[in-house]
């Protein structure tokens, strides 16, 4: 299928051969019919890429304090690598479409095959978007009328927030493609509108609408004509819904409300308030959340948890119904606001406008490619000539997401490894770093890699919650599987792997790297001989990841102690060569927060008599290492600072190495792998160190919640 790309690199756009994306559980998969441009949000896309690097960091200065501080903590190589990782992903842009469902993940649904649908889908010929984002289309609604929707949601979701009452006087500052949905919908809500823009035409359009309107510009007093557009009372409320770094919108706005008026910023702009203007009157300000209750909730929006109609009447998805039977009706109208329909293979063409002088409001993207397109095609070879490596064996990836991208797919590409066939449930990603490191094949089903007689190796690089299940899957097909941790969420889990184990010996490796890194096999060098039971400090300033991260999802993401305090839970057993016999758990209380419960301390007792104490610390500072390990044992002391420096102490020779660069081991974990893949386990972790260390970590966490 064709899909529109969009690079953060430099701006540049392109159209790419996608594979079908997968269907997903709460979701649905939609074939495009037509979309949107949002000139707004995708013009500061494009903006952005096509910045130099001083330019993006100047438009958003709140990562340039990220880098910073992650600079401090894991250096200047690593944060740069990070960086450059995160430009180098390609955005899909479009948020605005309209298409016939051909796929439900939906156990019982009205929204059946062959309806029609309004989503926020991006521009590509086939998509998949959550149940709770799409909406069905009136008969009476055509597709392009249908796919101003959504914008006109995030309109309406700023009328929700003002509460306009029949009679009330409503400005509307800015009369984009959203400011002019909000004049109509305002219009047909009884209200007195009066609309404020720079352009003519767009006042126009906002008097066609029945609005009366300002021509903003250095000769026009806005305050004062919109006063007198109140009858000297003040307005009741102002919709901003233009894009500006000026501070003149809100300050204007507050000074033309009436005493205790409501300020609802839709759009964006300066936010360099003047005190006096809120408090004098006693003006409200609010910003407005896209399209409604439900944004960013990924129990609503991934899990397609509806909120319950008697406490929480507009959703997103209820928005988007709403605007449709405007449409309905006839109260909006949006023919006036079409001045551009491209076919999507032209995308290009249709975003160079954005950044162009030529006006342009409303942009479609009509879906009639020529190629016919299998909604069952969920593979596609990818250009250019294959990487080959030094080692022989072929190696598949499931998922392609930040770890990977950024660390496991380069570190197999180090290692020798022949790289055979890339999955992602969009397919974007996969499209893209296949292209990037030299995959043959991007698909969007894992099956397609089970099956693949081609492949050796399975990398699993997905959410925690699919590990075991695609653990199993690749196992029974007889490959070699390296899991990047966790293991696997749930106990009966472990259970079932260590019998498969018991019936056949595995060929599983989890990504346990730190046990490979050079300073820590350094450690362990200058431990050997020495029999007493060792005393050991794990400090992890992890910094802390907000409660609705997937991570800190039981059922997704399993929480922090199985995600990533596992890492040193075998570190620890690396160090002490010996079983687990007791462990125990204290959490930081918070039980009067709402925070997650992921700062702990583990202490960890062996079967040869040493112990651990793991702290993993999330309410820490980043300036400080994000991780130290201490051991102490027959009046000695090794101590190793972020993986980068090593001291030693009461060793006759003492021994200390400092290195620029941070190696956490991951080209070594990998090379052990590909060494298993040609015959050699020998490097790899024992399997059952591997279900040993699964299951203390999933009775750590256990003991947390």
């Given at each position: 299928?064709?899909?529109?790309?969009?690079?953060?690199?430099?701006?540049?756009?392109?159209?790419?051969?996608?594979?079908?994306?997968?269907?997903?559980?709460?979701?649905?998969?939609?074939?495009?019919?037509?979309?949107?441009?949002?000139?707004?949000?995708?013009?500061?896309?494009?903006?952005?890429?096509?910045?130099?690097?001083?330019?993006?960091?100047?438009?958003?200065?709140?990562?340039?304090?990220?880098?910073?501080?992650?600079?401090?903590?894991?250096?200047?190589?690593?944060?740069?690598?990070?960086?450059?990782?995160?430009?180098?992903?390609?955005?899909?842009?479009?948020?605005?479409?309209?298409?016939?469902?051909?796929?439900?993940?939906?156990?019982?649904?009205?929204?059946?095959?062959?309806?029609?649908?309004?989503?926020?889908?991006?521009?590509?010929?086939?998509?998949?978007v959550p149940r709770t984002l799409c909406a069905a289309i009136p008969d009476n609604v055509s597709d392009e009328t249908a796919s101003f929707a959504v914008l006109g949601a995030i309109g309406l979701q700023g009328m929700r927030l003002a509460q306009p009452s029949i009679g009330e006087v409503v400005v509307v500052y800015g009369l984009g493609l959203i400011g002019l949905l909000t004049v109509q919908m305002l219009v047909a809500n009884g209200c007195r509108v009066l609309g404020v823009d720079l352009?003519?035409?767009?006042?126009?359009?906002?008097?066609?609408?029945?609005?009366?309107?300002?021509?903003?510009?250095?000769?026009?007093?806005?305050?004062?004509?919109?006063?007198?557009?109140?009858?000297?009372?003040?307005v009741d409320a102002v919709i901003l819904t233009v894009s500006t770094k000026s501070n003149d919108p809100v300050s204007q706005a507050a000074q033309m409300c009436r005493k205790r008026g409501r300020i609802i910023l839709v759009g964006v702009t300066g936010l360099d308030l003047n005190r006096a203007d809120l408090?004098?009157?006693?003006?409200?300000?609010?910003?407005?959340?896209?399209?409604?209750?439900?944004?960013?909730?990924?129990?609503?929006?991934?899990?397609?948890?509806?909120?319950?109609?008697?406490?929480?009447?507009?959703?997103?998805?209820?928005?988007?119904?709403?605007?449709?039977?405007?449409?309905?009706?006839?109260?909006?109208?949006?023919?006036?606001?079409?001045?551009?329909?491209y076919d999507l293979e032209d995308g290009e063409k249709a975003m160079e406008l954005l950044t162009s002088s030529d006006p342009s409001l409303g942009i479609l993207l009509v879906h009639n490619v020529q190629s016919e397109v299998n909604k069952e095609k969920s593979s596609v070879e990818l250009p250019g000539d294959p990487y080959i490596g030094t080692n022989g064996s072929a190696v598949s990836f499931i998922g392609a997401g930040n770890y990977a991208s950024r660390t496991l797919i380069p570190a197999f590409k180090k290692s020798g490894a022949n790289l055979q066939t890339i999955v992602s449930g969009g397919g974007a990603s996969a499209v893209h770093l296949g292209k990037k490191f030299g995959f043959k094949e991007a698909s969007?089903?894992?099956?397609?890699?089970?099956?693949?007689?081609?492949?050796?190796?399975?990398?699993?690089?997905?959410?925690?919650?699919?590990?075991?299940?695609?653990?199993?899957?690749?196992?029974?097909?007889?490959?070699y599987v390296f899991c990047e941790k966790p293991l696997c969420l749930k106990l009966a889990e472990v259970d079932s792997l260590e019998a498969l184990n018991s019936k056949k010996?595995?060929?599983?490796?989890?990504?346990?790297?730190?046990?490979?890194?050079?300073?820590?096999?350094?450690?362990?060098?200058?431990?050997?001989?020495?029999?007493?039971?060792?005393?050991?400090?794990?400090?992890?300033?992890?910094?802390?990841?907000?409660?609705?991260?997937?991570?800190?999802?039981?059922?997704?993401?399993?929480?922090?102690?199985?995600?990533?305090?596992?890492?040193?839970?075998?570190?620890?057993?690396?160090?002490?060569?010996?079983?687990?016999?007791?462990?125990?758990?204290s959490p930081l209380s918070q039980k009067s927060s709402n925070l997650p419960t992921d700062t702990a301390t583990i202490e960890l007792a062996f079967e040869n008599g040493s112990t651990a104490s793991i702290h993993y610390f999330s309410n820490g500072n980043r300036g400080y290492p994000k991780e130290r390990i201490e051991i102490f044992t027959e009046g000695r002391i090794l101590q190793l600072d972020n993986f980068k420096s090593l001291k030693t102490y009461g060793f006759n020779r003492p021994f200390n190495e400092w290195t620029w660069r941070q190696d956490k081991g991951q080209i070594a974990c990998v090379s052990a792998f590909l060494k298993a893949l040609q015959g050699d386990p020998s490097d790899l972790i024992p399997n059952n160190e591997l279900f040993e260390v699964a299951r203390v970590a999933i009775k750590a966490q256990q003991n947390v919640w």
């Open positions: 299928m064709k899909q529109i790309f969009q690079s953060l690199q430099d701006g540049s756009v392109s159209i790419e051969e996608s594979p079908v994306p997968k269907v997903r559980p709460n979701h649905m998969l939609i074939q495009n019919e037509v979309s949107l441009i949002s000139a707004g949000t995708e013009r500061v896309l494009l903006d952005f890429g096509k910045a130099g690097w001083i330019g993006k960091a100047r438009q958003q200065p709140e990562k340039v304090r990220m880098v910073l501080d992650k600079v401090r903590t894991d250096g200047f190589f690593e944060t740069l690598d990070a960086v450059r990782s995160k430009i180098d992903t390609p955005q899909t842009p479009g948020y605005c479409a309209v298409g016939v469902v051909v796929d439900s993940g939906c156990s019982s649904d009205d929204l059946k095959p062959g309806t029609r649908v309004v989503s926020n889908g991006s521009h590509a010929q086939y998509v998949c352009s003519r035409e767009r006042c126009q359009l906002a008097e066609s609408y029945g609005a009366q309107v300002i021509q903003a510009d250095e000769q026009i007093d806005i305050v004062a004509e919109a006063i007198r557009f109140s009858r000297g009372r003040g408090y004098e009157k006693e003006i409200s300000l609010q910003v407005s959340c896209s399209y409604g209750p439900g944004r960013y909730d990924p129990d609503y929006e991934e899990l397609g948890q509806d909120y319950p109609i008697g406490y929480v009447r507009w959703t997103e998805q209820r928005n988007f119904e709403a605007v449709l039977d405007l449409m309905s009706t006839g109260s909006i109208d949006v023919s006036s606001l079409i001045t551009h329909r969007t089903e894992a099956t397609t890699v089970f099956n693949d007689v081609k492949t050796d190796g399975v990398v699993i690089a997905t959410r925690h919650d699919q590990h075991f299940r695609q653990i199993t899957q690749a196992l029974n097909a007889g490959k010996k595995l060929h599983l490796m989890v990504g346990y790297n730190r046990r490979y890194a050079p300073l820590v096999k350094r450690m362990k060098n200058l431990l050997k001989g020495f029999t007493a039971p060792k005393s050991m400090i794990f400090t992890v300033n992890s910094g802390s990841i907000p409660g609705d991260h997937w991570s800190q999802n039981p059922k997704i993401g399993g929480g922090r102690l199985v995600g990533e305090a596992c890492h040193f839970i075998d570190l620890a057993r690396f160090f002490a060569n010996s079983a687990i016999t007791s462990f125990l758990v």
